[in-house]
T-cell receptor, first 114, second 114 residues
Framework: AQSVSQHNHHVILSEAASLELGCNYS??????LFWYVQYPGQHLQLLLK??????LVKGIKGFEAEFIKSKFSFNLRKPSVQWSDTAEYFC????????????FGSGTRLQVQP | KAGVTQTPRYLIKTRGQQVTLSCSPI?????VSWYQQTPGQGLQFLFE???????NKGNFPGRFSGRQFSNSRSEMNVSTLELGDSALYLC?????????????FGQGTRLTVV
């Protein structure tokens, strides 16, 4: 069975600070990896995704993530956060073949202070 | 184009009652998945429908059921409601039932069981 771990449950940063949110997954096969964001009162939105190719993927709003296969990790990064990045961030994975249901991590609540 | 629409947005039901939630996917999307989001358990997969057929099912009791219509709209039903069923129920639609396809989420239906 797949599982996703997000080790940071609540992160507080000041504006312009750099961000790195950890995500590790457990699965025996090939996976697709996603980061979703949920702004207060809004629906889940896709930030970025990795299917294949370059392990460094760039998403919307200046976010990027690096897939490190040997570490089963897909960490999210942003060089300089803004107050508007305050949200909850979810890492998710699904199998490359077969069942396409997403398995989500528990989420990281990011609070950016002005 | 219009996003994923879920109705109603809020529901309050009494223990033992049943409830039906509705999801209209993005036009042209044939895959609809349902997730339950709670503070304690996070986001958990309920089931997925593709072309009116249930393709995958999560680890939920038989009180949770769903269906998909020929226009891809989907409903989920919860019978004999329990207090623990209080949650945000999210619907996601995607173009194809393939693992790499991006899922677009609705704003959810917040169900409160009293």
């Amino acid at each position: 069975a797949q599982s996703v771990s997000q080790h940071n449950h609540h992160v507080i940063l000041s504006e312009a600070a750099s961000l790195e949110l950890g995500c590790n997954y457990s699965y025996g096969g090939t996976v697709n990896l996603f980061w979703y964001v949920q702004y207060p009162g809004q629906h889940l939105q896709l930030l970025l995704k990795y299917f294949s190719g370059d392990p460094l993927v760039k998403g919307i709003k200046g976010f990027e993530a690096e897939f490190i296969k040997s570490k089963f990790s897909f960490n999210l990064r942003k060089p300089s956060v803004q107050w508007s990045d305050t949200a909850e961030y979810f890492c998710a994975v699904n199998a490359r073949t077969g069942r396409r249901a997403l398995t989500f991590g528990s989420g990281t609540r990011l609070q950016v202070q002005p | 184009k219009a996003g994923v629409t879920q109705t109603p947005r809020y529901l309050i039901k009494t223990r033992g009652q049943q409830v039906t939630l509705s999801c209209s996917p993005i036009s042209g999307h044939r895959s609809v998945s349902w997730y339950q989001q709670t503070p304690g358990q996070g986001l958990q997969f309920l089931f997925e429908y593709f072309s009116e057929t249930q393709r995958n099912k999560g680890n939920f009791p038989g009180r949770f059921s769903g269906r998909q219509f020929s226009n891809s709209r989907s409903e989920m039903n919860v019978s004999t409601l329990e207090l623990g069923d209080s949650a945000l129920y999210l619907c996601a639609s995607s173009l194809e039932s393939a693992p790499g396809t991006e899922a677009f989420f609705g704003q959810g239906t917040r169900l409160t069981v009293v």
